[in-house]
């Protein structure tokens, strides 16, 4: 399966953004999808994951409560809503792809297909 990230870009502290993630080549619902970021000199970090049906999210502590997953099977589409935005979200988010019968969602080696990124800036 083909990802390919968009919606990333430069916005201030508190504010919000969507990003998403269209999927193609293989049917979607075939796979769980997560959201990771990596911020310069760190690693690759779990923010959040939504299973295949789209009836499991899951969420980083440092995002719950301000972040959201969804997914739109028909659109083949997932989507990571930012709200209350920090300096310290500022990153390059990539969604990722693993299939269905996985039910660990939060390391990136469980992840088979990956986009390519888009930078997030928050501002403070």
């Known amino acids: 399966v083909q990802l390919q990230a968009s919606g990333g870009g430069l916005v201030q502290a508190g504010g919000s953004r969507r990003l998403s993630c269209a999927a193609s080549?293989?049917?979607?619902?075939?796979?769980?999808m997560g959201w990771f970021r990596q911020a310069p000199g760190k690693e690759r970090e779990f923010v959040a994951a939504i299973s295949w049906s789209g009836s499991g999210t899951y969420y980083a502590d440092s995002v719950k409560g301000r972040f959201t997953i969804s997914r739109d099977n028909a659109k083949n589409t997932v989507y990571l809503q930012m709200n209350s935005l920090k300096p310290e979200d500022t990153a390059v988010y990539y969604c990722?792809?693993?299939?269905?019968?996985?039910?660990?969602?939060?390391?990136?080696?469980?992840?088979?297909?990956w986009g390519q990124g888009t930078q997030v800036t928050v501002s403070s």
């Open positions: 990722a792809a693993q299939e269905s019968y996985r039910t660990t969602y939060y390391y990136p080696t469980t992840y088979a297909y």
């Open positions: 080549g293989r049917p979607f619902r075939n796979y769980n």
